[in-house]
């Protein structure tokens, strides 16, 4: 493959290679660069099949997803996926298991931190501050020690997703943690089949089984799954540790409450064996930037063979401008609600409270493009709002106006309910139906029966809009 560079050309000049290149270093160039150009032509051909066989085929019901930052939207698309393509999902394993790796190594990364917080911060032993904090002993700061290993894995497995994104995917700011990076996916790179090449060095196999060998070399004394394997008594006496659980209550640091969560798992994540459940992956944390979409082609019932499309879009503040476009000729928008963070504060804004959805909703409704549309309503995980409101946690201290009602979950929920459908009656520039839902979309039973009749919904209305339903 050869070039010839215009001088004054600006684009020529960025592809310019380095002027001290090197024979082995033009060569390496060269092949990433046929590499590229060969997985582009491969998403244009794929496109371009899609895009003939959508003008055949009946009109595609279009399904967006929308919400604030970790509402579940991508937890909702897992679910249409296990629904309705199983075995494409399943044959993904091998990535997800490097995704829940990362998870595990993220989160001891949050514990390692917190204890470095304590370190400095520590006042001296003279003061009667000193009550304020328990004592870090030396058993623990080995036990520190001891797992500084898995930040090399941490790094491994970020860069191996970075390249991926060809570098498009830049680390963006964690909705929960201080000065801490999350890895962010760009939407368009097709990161799983890409990723689980670059771990096993081998092609994707078009076996759509759903058994996948676990992406790990036994032999190989480096390899991310053996490294957490090796740590994982230390990481589960972290975990279990009173000083940390006490550190991480003082720091109000929730782990358990964060997406991507898998410290309560670490016998069976960690195992040289391990493959991902359904439930796993729905629980997996990776976040992606820009809008994701999947398609997918109902196989049986009254649906057979007709396309749905369902879009997600990120919900952190500065993608929010994003959504407009994906407004027009949408069926339906699926609106997630996390209730269960009422009691939380938006990363981004530390002024806003994270229900920090119900403006989001009142929006969403009074959009001059979604009045003819259907708006479902999912009010979210609500199994962390069960756990914080049997704690003692008060709804009415993070919403004044819930005042002194009972701070139980079947009075909350319905306040909750009656708030979000009061906004839909008022805002709604025509009348619509209000279809609400109590989720906790990690849960693939309850999740599988609402989207089933949403689905029956939506092709009902499909049906009547084209005439073919008297």
Same mark, same amino acid.
């Given at each position: 493959?050869?070039?010839?560079?215009?001088?004054?050309?600006?684009?020529?000049?960025?592809?310019?290679?380095?002027?001290?290149?090197?024979?082995?270093?033009?060569?390496?160039?060269?092949?990433?660069?046929?590499?590229?150009k060969e997985?582009?032509?491969?998403?244009?051909?794929?496109?371009?099949?899609?895009?003939?066989? #959508?003008?055949?085929?009946?009109?595609?019901?279009?399904?967006?997803?929308?919400?604030q930052?970790?509402?579940?939207?991508?937890?909702?698309?897992?679910?249409?996926?296990?629904?309705?393509e199983?075995?494409?999902?399943?044959?993904?394993?091998?990535?997800?298991?490097?995704?829940?790796?990362?998870?595990?190594?993220?989160?001891?990364?949050?514990?390692?931190?917190?204890?470095?917080?304590a370190?400095?911060?520590?006042?001296?032993?003279?003061?009667r501050d000193?009550?304020?904090?328990?004592?870090?002993?030396?058993?623990?700061?080995?036990?520190?020690?001891?797992?500084?290993?898995?930040?090399?894995?941490?790094?491994?497995?970020?860069?191996r997703?970075?390249?991926?994104?060809?570098?498009?995917?830049?680390p963006?700011q964690?909705?929960?943690?201080?000065?801490?990076?999350?890895?962010?996916?760009?939407?368009?790179?097709q990161?799983?089949g890409?990723?689980?090449?670059?771990?096993?060095?081998?092609?994707?196999?078009?076996?759509?089984?759903?058994?996948?060998?676990p992406?790990?070399d036994?032999?190989?004394?480096?390899?991310?799954?053996?490294?957490?394997?090796?740590?994982?008594?230390?990481?589960?006496?972290?975990?279990?540790?009173e000083?940390?659980?006490?550190?991480?209550?003082i720091?109000?640091?929730r782990?358990?409450?964060?997406?991507?969560?898998?410290?309560?798992?670490?016998?069976?994540?960690?195992s040289?064996?391990?493959?991902?459940?359904?439930?796993?992956?729905?629980?997996?944390?990776?976040?992606?930037l820009?809008?994701?979409e999947?398609?997918?082609?109902?196989?049986?019932?009254?649906?057979?063979?007709?396309v749905?499309?369902?879009?997600?879009?990120?919900?952190?503040?500065?993608?929010?401008?994003?959504?407009?476009?994906?407004?027009?000729?949408?069926?339906?928008?699926?609106?997630?609600?996390?209730?269960?963070?009422?009691?939380?504060?938006?990363a981004e804004?530390i002024?806003?409270?994270?229900?920090?959805?119900?403006?989001?909703?009142?929006?969403?409704?009074?959009? #001059?493009l979604?009045?003819?549309?259907?708006?479902?309503?999912?009010?979210?995980?609500?199994?962390?709002?069960?756990?914080?409101?049997?704690?003692g946690i008060k709804?009415?201290?993070?919403?004044?106006?819930?005042?002194d009602?009972?701070?139980?979950?079947?009075?909350?929920?319905?306040?909750?309910?009656?708030?979000?459908?009061?906004?839909?009656?008022?805002?709604?520039?025509?009348?619509?139906?209000?279809?609400?839902?109590?989720?906790?979309?990690?849960?693939?039973?309850s999740?599988?029966?609402?989207l089933?009749?949403?689905k029956?919904?939506?092709?009902?209305?499909?049906?009547? #809009?084209?005439?073919?339903?008297?």
């Open positions: 493959m050869s070039h010839e560079y215009n001088e004054d050309d600006p684009l020529s000049k960025a592809l310019r290679p380095p002027p001290d290149e090197t024979q082995t270093e033009c060569e390496a160039r060269l092949a990433s660069e046929a590499k590229a997985m582009s032509d491969i998403i244009d051909e794929e496109l371009e099949k899609q895009k003939l066989a #959508e003008r055949k085929g009946p009109k595609a019901i279009k399904v967006l997803l929308l919400g930052s970790e509402s579940g939207k991508s937890t909702t698309l897992k679910n249409f996926q296990i629904l309705y199983p075995k494409a999902f399943r044959s993904e394993r091998a990535s997800w298991r490097a995704v829940i790796q990362l998870n595990v190594v993220r989160s001891i990364h949050l514990i390692l931190d917190a204890i470095t917080r370190q400095n911060n520590a006042p001296s032993t003279t003061s000193s009550l304020r904090g328990p004592s870090i002993g030396p058993d623990l700061l080995k036990l520190k020690l001891r797992l500084s290993p898995l930040l090399q894995v941490e790094q491994f497995l970020t860069s997703l970075t390249a991926v994104g060809s570098g498009e995917s830049e963006t964690l909705t929960y943690s201080r000065n801490f990076k999350e890895l962010a996916i760009n939407s368009t790179m990161w799983k890409a990723f689980a090449r670059l771990m096993t060095g081998e092609k994707e196999s078009s076996d759509d089984s759903s058994d996948v060998e992406v790990s036994p032999n190989d004394p480096n390899d991310p799954g053996n490294i957490l394997h090796a740590c994982s008594d230390d990481m589960i006496s972290l975990w279990s540790n000083v940390v659980q006490e550190l991480l209550d720091q109000n640091l782990l358990e409450e964060m997406a991507g969560f898998f410290l309560d798992s670490l016998p069976r994540v960690t040289p064996n391990y493959i991902p459940t359904d439930d796993d992956i729905l629980r997996a944390r990776l976040k992606t820009g809008v994701t999947h398609r997918f082609t109902i196989t049986h019932g009254a649906s057979l063979g007709r749905w499309k369902v879009f997600d879009v990120g919900g952190h503040r500065s993608q929010r401008a994003a959504w407009v476009p994906y407004f027009d000729d949408m069926d339906a928008i699926i609106f997630l609600a996390p209730i269960s963070c009422f009691d939380q504060v938006l804004d002024k806003v409270n994270r229900l920090d959805s119900v403006k989001l909703w009142s929006a969403i409704v009074s959009n #001059e979604l009045k003819n549309t259907n708006l479902i309503l999912f009010l979210n995980k609500i199994d962390i709002m069960k756990a914080k409101l049997a704690a709804l009415s201290k993070y919403v004044v106006s819930y005042a009602r009972p701070n139980d979950f079947d009075h909350t929920s319905v306040y909750l309910r009656k708030k979000f459908a009061g906004i839909s009656k008022e805002k709604s520039l025509l009348p619509r139906p209000f279809y609400c839902h109590l989720t906790s979309v990690t849960d693939t039973k999740t599988k029966y609402i089933s009749n949403i029956d919904m939506l092709m009902r209305r499909n049906l009547a #809009e084209s005439a073919l339903l008297t």
